[in-house]
């Protein structure tokens, strides 16, 4: 009875965690991974244009402030996300409907963090609320791999 009271430590998934077999979605990259990339890009991602630093002084944290001011949806740039990690701006464009979540997910979790008063609290009504993530693309048109449905002719449709 007395090893009982040993001292141990105990672990909980939070979900959190950055292996490649914590969860279903896909090549082996878990929901903890996305999440945890994302917060990351949010948190990172710095406007470094001639204009934003004469606005400010500086780099400025683009997504982040963005949030923080909105609270209702995050407007994100493919061609940011693509030079901050290409594989996940990948696995976005390849599978939306899996990974986008996933980034509303880590938008959510930001912006509660960003409240210091009550973390948990903000969370549950912000994942009530939720915030949607707005994907557009910077890249030209006449570069990109699609095209306009008024571009389209006969030659071009198999």
Do not use: C
């Not at 996305?34 to 470094?48: G, M």
């Not at 740039?77 to 693509?82: A, P, Q, S, T």
């Amino acid at each position: 009875m007395a090893e009982f009271d040993e001292g141990r430590i105990y672990q909980a998934y939070q979900g959190l965690e950055m292996g490649r077999d914590d969860g279903p979605v896909g090549e082996g990259l878990g929901a903890g991974w996305y999440v945890h990339n994302f917060k990351t890009f949010i948190r990172s991602s710095e406007t470094k244009t001639g204009e934003a630093k004469e606005q400010t002084g500086g780099d400025q944290l683009h997504y982040y402030d963005q949030l923080v001011q909105q609270k209702t949806h995050l407007s994100v740039d493919l061609e940011h996300l693509r030079a901050n990690n290409e594989q996940l701006a990948r696995e976005l464009v390849e599978r939306p409907s899996e990974i986008l979540p996933l980034f509303e997910k880590a938008a959510i979790e930001v912006l509660a963090e960003h409240h210091s008063e009550s973390p948990e609290q903000v969370l549950e009504q912000l994942t009530l609320q939720g915030v949607q993530v707005l994907l557009y693309s910077s890249e030209a048109r006449t570069q990109s791999l699609t095209a306009s449905i008024r571009d389209l002719s006969a030659e071009t449709v198999n």
